[in-house]
């Protein structure tokens, strides 16, 4: 992290004259939220991110905001970044691509932090933690929508909080912005704790953070967020998980639909000493490399997903900025569309531009495959199969350690190169399982100690030899190891 210091915002905004159009067009949407704080506290990146230095955000705005006591909602510090969107216009930091379409990335993050008693001035560390968000952003040049979930697997504010994941949402103030530059959108940064996670996950996004505006305590309408709230919705109020997330997912399934992970897969019907370059990958060995254009769809597909157990680093899953159904979540799947089971879903949707077999390298049929998750990985595969594969849809894992892709589908799956005759199937590092609905129950059946909260003795194997398949779930050294 580059040095950051607090700084008066009357030096970073001086003269409107002055302003580049698009630091501009934030700074007067913040002045209509805060006419009496045109001077905010600002952190400042001392090396600016066009300069050479580490942290994309030239400036993060803090102002205090008194909330409003009609809608309930509590007095809280408001944060602004400033430098997901085009601030410049000049290609510094933004390819300039018009007016019509997004500026920049297209969003600004905003944090909303409840002020604690005889506070004075704001904490800073959100801004760090917005720098590393925006670093992600930057490296992998993944978007964020409202409604995405980013797992941390740290206190936000490196403290004891259980507040150690966020979901993001729109701004609850700010509007849209239009610049010279494009369209800019506030998506708000909203502080969850891991059971309020996985509920995302588990089922989507937009409907764990519209039970969250109905708790006071954990947010209410504006979604503030508390780091020292000790308690989840559902010890709140225990009916949630039955009566909205349960039903929920049996319902709708989960809009989680595919995430970066530690696993690998190996072809076991093909002896291990096999030269051919199209055996299939384990973790530490040479990966055959996709094309450029086949590891592009695999990553568009992707987009985002479950982060690695570290905060420094987020995984390097980049796609094209592209159009997508941005009224569901986004972070962590691949297809963006609520599915019945009655209605087909597709790999070649235009929201998980699939790979088209014939411009890949050829399909492989394997007879055995034995697949490899790390605890955290693993815990996803009962979501994959009931929220996902039981509701006609796919599920993808992509490695975080190479090019290797496991890919879950569904009968009901369109475009898949894994079929009922050949239920495994592969293109290079990408493998495609195909899973019945009765295989699916079976398995659901002998994983259910993957559901329990405690963690799973590792290491742990599952094997069903009649469909010559196999799981393991193992500690995240192997996969850390370049020896497996």
Not at 6 to 15: D, Q, R, T, V, W
Request: aromatic share 8%; proline share 7%; hydrophobic share 30%.
């Amino acid at each position: 992290m580059d040095e950051m210091r607090p700084s008066s915002g009357a030096a970073a905004h001086g003269l409107a004259s002055l302003f580049p159009p698009g630091l501009q067009a934030i700074y007067t949407e913040c002045r209509r939220l805060y006419p009496d704080q045109p001077n905010p506290l600002q952190v400042t990146a001392i090396v600016k991110y066009w300069l050479g230095g580490p942290d994309p955000l030239d400036y993060i705005s803090m102002y205090r905001n008194v909330g409003c006591p009609a809608q309930d909602v509590q007095e809280h510090w408001h944060y602004v970044s400033f430098g997901l969107s085009d601030l410049y216009g000049d290609n510094r930091v933004h390819e300039f691509t018009g007016q019509d379409g997004p500026s920049g990335f297209g969003f600004e993050l905003t944090f909303r932090l409840k002020r604690e008693a005889g506070e004075t001035g704001p904490p800073t560390w959100p801004a760090e933690l917005m720098q590393g968000l925006a670093r992600y952003v930057f490296q992998s040049e993944n978007t964020f929508c409202s409604g995405d979930h980013i797992s941390w697997h740290s206190p936000l504010d490196n403290s004891e909080s259980r507040i150690q994941h966020m979901l993001l949402t729109e701004d609850p103030q700010m509007q849209q912005v239009q610049t010279p530059f494009g369209l800019i959108t506030f998506l708000q940064i909203v502080g969850v704790c891991t059971e309020e996670l996985q509920a995302a996950q588990q089922w989507n996004g937009q409907g764990i953070l519209e039970l969250l505006r109905g708790v006071h305590v954990a947010g209410g309408p504006w979604l503030i967020t508390d780091m020292r709230r000790g308690e989840t919705i559902f010890d709140i109020d225990p009916h949630l998980q039955q009566e909205r997330v349960d039903k929920g997912i049996e319902t709708d399934g989960s809009n989680l639909s595919g995430v970066s992970a530690k696993c690998s897969w190996d072809d076991l019907s093909r002896p291990p000493d096999d030269d051919d370059d199209s055996r299939s990958i384990c973790v530490g060995s040479q990966p055959r490399h996709l094309t450029d254009k086949d590891t592009e769809q695999i990553r568009e597909a992707l987009r985002k997903g479950l982060e690695i157990n570290s905060k420094a680093v987020l995984p390097p899953i980049s796609n094209q900025r592209q159009s997508h159904d941005r009224s569901q979540p986004s972070v962590g799947h691949l297809q963006s569309q609520q599915t019945s089971r009655s209605r087909k879903d597709s790999l070649e949707s235009e929201s998980s531009a699939a790979i088209v077999p014939h411009e890949l390298v050829r399909t492989r049929q394997l007879e055995s495959v034995h697949l490899r998750f790390n605890q955290e990985s693993g815990t996803l595969i009962p979501l994959c199969l009931r929220g996902r594969l039981l509701h006609g849809r796919h599920f993808t894992y992509k490695s975080i350690t190479g090019d290797t892709a496991i890919t879950f589908v569904s009968t009901g799956v369109e475009g898949a190169f894994a079929t009922e005759e050949h239920p495994y199937a592969a293109h290079g590092p990408w493998l495609q399982i195909l899973l019945t609905e009765e295989f699916v129950e079976q398995i659901l059946e002998d994983l259910q100690e993957l559901n329990a909260s405690e963690e799973t003795k590792l290491p742990k194997e599952y094997s069903w030899p009649d469909r010559k398949l196999k799981i393991s779930i193992l500690p995240d050294s192997v996969f850390d190891s370049p020896l497996q």
